[in-house]
């Protein structure tokens, strides 16, 4: 059973610093990640999607990376503003049936002006 | 804009009644996929539907059930109502290149079960 897990669960920071986000799975058979965004009672807002046979994508401040090997996924955003305030949550799609996410709890992030 | 649309966008229901939710995805996205979001929860898997057939289903009980119409929309239909399915329901939709560019989820709807 596919299972994901977000570090931190909860991170705030100063405008304009670098951060790093955590991804890790448990079963390496997958067929693609993707990072989403959601703000407080919205729906989900795609990021970025990386293939199994990809190492990392990038859009505008954002880049993602992923090692299926070890099960590990991090999202990079450089220079945060505060709009980039939000939950981040990170999912897998399986390899198997139908092609369900199974979705991390998320990092809430604040960035403080 | 997303190209997914649910309806409505919050709803207050009573325990042990029905609900349905909506949702209307973009044209061609012939997979829809529905979500329980519990409040501060990664959101949970309940089904599937391809092609206007079921294709997959988490860990929900059978009175979690969907429909999906050949226009790409379609329904989720909880029957007797608890008090644990207080949630946001999201739907997914995607097309056949769904490895290439992911899912889009619409905005949810927010089900509050009083």
């Known amino acids: 059973k596919q299972e994901v897990t977000q570090i931190p669960a909860a991170l705030s920071v100063p405008e304009g610093e670098n951060l790093v986000l955590n991804c890790s799975f448990t079963d390496s058979a997958i067929y693609n990640l993707q990072w989403f965004r959601q703000d407080p009672g919205k729906g989900l807002t795609s990021l970025l999607l990386?293939?199994?046979?990809?190492r990392e994508q990038t859009s505008g401040r954002l880049n993602a990376s992923l090692d299926k090997s070890s099960g590990r996924s991090t999202l990079y955003i450089a220079a945060s503003q505060p709009g980039d305030s939000a939950t981040y949550l990170c999912a897998v799609s399986g390899i198997q049936g139908a092609q369900k996410l199974v979705f991390g709890q998320g990092t809430r992030l604040t960035i403080n002006p | 804009e997303t190209g997914v649309t649910q309806s409505p966008t919050h709803l207050i229901k009573t325990r042990g009644q029905q609900v349905t939710l909506r949702c209307s995805s973009q044209?061609?996205?012939?997979?829809v996929s529905w979500y329980q979001q519990a409040l501060g929860q990664g959101p949970q898997f309940i089904f599937q539907y391809y092609r206007e057939e079921e294709n997959g289903r988490g860990n929900f009980p059978p009175r979690f059930s969907g429909l999906q119409f050949p226009n790409f929309s379609s329904e989720l239909n909880v029957n007797a109502l608890e008090l644990d399915d207080s949630a946001l329901y999201l739907c997914?939709?995607?097309?056949?290149?769904?490895?290439?560019?992911?899912?889009?989820f619409g905005s949810g709807t927010r089900l509050t079960v009083v």
């Open positions: 044209s061609g996205h012939n997979t």
């Open positions: 997914a939709s995607s097309h056949p290149g769904q490895g290439l560019v992911g899912y889009t």
């Open positions: 990386i293939q199994s046979s990809q």
